[in-house]
């Protein structure tokens, strides 16, 4: 399982970034791919999750409720983290991962898959 995480930058408050994360060795509609991020000198976070097609759910954090959202293409085997308004404390690697960890939803594993983080900053 390989997930490439791509679409960080450097961005103002306010603004907006649409994160990517391809996946191969998995089909992302039968599996929990779930955003997390972990800002400097904090621990890693949960940030969103979509459950497999079958249930079809999304959770976010609600630190980030009503400004992210996370979609699946399932032809591209690909899942998108859109993130509007975008404020600094929202600074951080976002990675994804075959997992989820929300007060909402839990889902981790021994054989969760994570990749290699793309940075997002937020900053005027």
């Known amino acids: 399982v390989h997930l490439v995480e791509s679409g960080g930058g450097l961005v103002q408050p306010g603004g907006s970034l649409r994160l990517s994360c391809a996946a191969s060795?998995?089909?992302?509609?039968?599996?929990?791919i779930g955003w997390f991020r972990q800002a400097p000198g904090k621990e890693r976070e949960g940030v969103s999750c979509?459950?497999?097609?079958?249930?079809?759910?999304?959770y976010h954090a609600d630190s980030v409720k009503g400004r992210f959202t996370i979609s699946r293409d399932n032809a591209k085997n690909t899942v998108y983290l859109q993130m509007n308004r975008l404020k600094p404390e929202d600074t951080a690697v976002y990675y994804c991962?075959?997992?989820?960890?929300?007060?909402?939803?839990?889902?981790?594993?021994?054989?969760?898959?994570w990749g290699q983080g793309t940075q997002v900053t937020v900053s005027s």
């Open positions: 979509i459950d497999r097609s079958s249930d079809g759910d999304t």
């Open positions: 991962a075959t997992a989820c960890s929300l007060s909402q939803r839990y889902y981790r594993t021994s054989r969760e898959s």
């Open positions: 060795g998995l089909t992302v509609d039968d599996d929990v």
